[in-house]
């Protein structure tokens, strides 16, 4: 199963031609369209909008059919450099929210056929380089220094997502519509930009997760993990964060050996400080 979040409807038009998906009868606020096997759905603007879509459409799964959901929010975003054309479609490695400060770090979709990635910043308002532009929040080309694209769901939605779905089956996409001018996109160009791309990653976005179809992480990976923690007493929810942990490695690091502590170490645990700080560290050598 995949779920795609839009902001707007006129982002999501070609898609919902092209899977045919109907809309969901459900007693809550947002728009939910779905297929035999695949959701689109739609939050309106802004990053609260958006979280609170991914919550609302997450409640009404199972938790194991989040876990084996690909989840992608894909939309429009104005560029703050020229060389970015318009049209073009970039893949999200950072997004960073201007009001909290926070960064969030997408995983990378190696196989897609669109290679380009870049950095996303969400703001609370549309934003534009000109001056006293009405409903626009005007900022100088200091204050976007190291700025790719920006829009106002990119933050949202993915602190919202990886509460409930796994950090490998997301992904944010963008496609340039502007370079800040202080204009608002025309739904009729939105729905252009969008039909373009829509032809080659619908088929992407429909297709299994690579761990849906042969998942040698828990073949070879986990059952080296499991043999090793037998006889540490781990709770389930550390036993859970740890296998986020080795397979966020193992998606990094194709062709390498698991990084497994000392056993020294393991066999010297006294106390649930001990096991927490074990597994805290254990977990940042998967990390780097």
């Not at 809309?23 to 606020?29: A, F, R």
Request: aromatic share 12%; glycine share 4%.
């Amino acid at each position: 199963m995949s779920a795609l979040f839009f902001a707007v409807f006129s982002e999501a038009k070609s898609w919902l031609e092209r899977s045919q998906a109907k809309p969901v009868s459900h007693s809550g606020k947002f728009r939910i369209f779905k297929n035999e096997s695949h959701f689109i759905i739609i939050s309106g603007t802004g990053k609260l909008s958006m979280a609170l879509a991914v919550s609302e459409f997450a409640h009404i799964l199972s938790k194991e059919e989040r876990n084996q959901m690909k989840v992608w929010n894909l939309g429009i975003a104005g560029a703050n450099h020229k060389e970015f054309s318009l049209g073009d479609f970039f893949w999200i490695h950072k997004i960073t929210d201007a009001a909290t400060g926070r960064d969030f770090y997408p995983d990378r979709i190696i196989d897609s056929q669109f290679k380009k990635e870049t950095n996303l910043k969400t703001f609370d308002k549309p934003i534009t380089k000109e001056k006293t532009v009405d409903k626009f929040l005007s900022l100088t080309e200091e204050e976007l220094d190291g700025v790719s694209l920006i829009d106002m769901e990119g933050s949202g939605f993915f602190e919202a997502a990886s509460l409930y779905f796994p950090l490998e089956n997301i992904a944010v996409g963008k496609v340039v519509s502007d370079h800040l001018e202080g204009k608002f996109c025309q739904s009729s160009d939105v729905e252009t930009m969008m039909e373009k791309i829509a032809n080659p990653l619908y088929e992407e976005w429909i297709s299994p997760l690579p761990w849906d179809r042969v998942d040698p992480f828990e073949t070879n990976d986990w059952p080296i993990i499991e043999s090793f923690i037998k006889d540490i007493r781990l709770t389930e929810t550390m036993k859970h964060d740890l296998k986020k942990s080795v397979r966020f490695f193992r998606l990094r690091n194709l062709d390498s050996l698991l990084p497994l502590p000392d056993h020294t170490l393991k066999n010297n645990l006294k106390s649930k400080t001990d096991l927490k700080q074990f597994l805290d560290d254990w977990r940042k050598s998967l990390h780097v």
